[in-house]
């Protein structure tokens, strides 16, 4: 009867092993998703960081879809992430934007160099509007629908396969 009970101790440490094995071979989603998905926009007005452009307030995201893409111009994924805004902007979504610890001289810089895919471009020097998002790094880009509320959030640079799928989703959130 005792003969079993010795080997429960090696049963434990092969169902730890288990455990740890499946832990290393299953993906870790490390991306820090915004709790703000289906809520409104938080409340925010940033200045304008571009001459020529305005800044950027919760009051502006009213009447129609649009993206609200954090970038930076020193963000190497962002200049990835270009070319598929522009070809949003040509696809009739209103993309707006906020810049994170950035000057306007960089970020008018980048503008010419990339392009300019934006309607409106907020300062964010602290990343204070950046955090009330739930936004943790750039670039990330946020489905606002026609009545201010967040319904998609996209991590990371838009890569051109998503392009059309958020096409669709800017028209569904009219």
Known sequence: MRRPLLWVPFAGFLLLLLIVA???FRPA??????????????????????????????????GRPRLLNVFASWCIPCIAEA??????????????????RDTGAEVQAFLRRHGDPYERIGDDPASATQLA?????VPE????????????QYIGD???????EIVAAAEAAR
């Open 133 to 137: 998002l739930g936004s943790s790094g």
């Open 158 to 164: 838009i890569r051109a396969d998503q392009v059309a």
């Open 141 to 152: 880009t946020f489905l606002v629908d026609a009545k201010g509320v967040i319904r998609r």
């Open 83 to 100: 070319p598929q805004l522009l070809a949003l902007k040509r696809a009739g979504v209103p993309i707006e934007a906020i810049a994170i």
């Open 29 to 62: 989603d490390r991306a820090v998703h915004s709790t703000l998905i289906d809520r409104p926009l938080p409340e925010f007005a940033v200045r304008p960081i571009v001459p020529g452009k305005p800044g950027l307030a919760k009051a502006d995201f009213t």
């Open 22 to 24: 499946i832990g290393l």
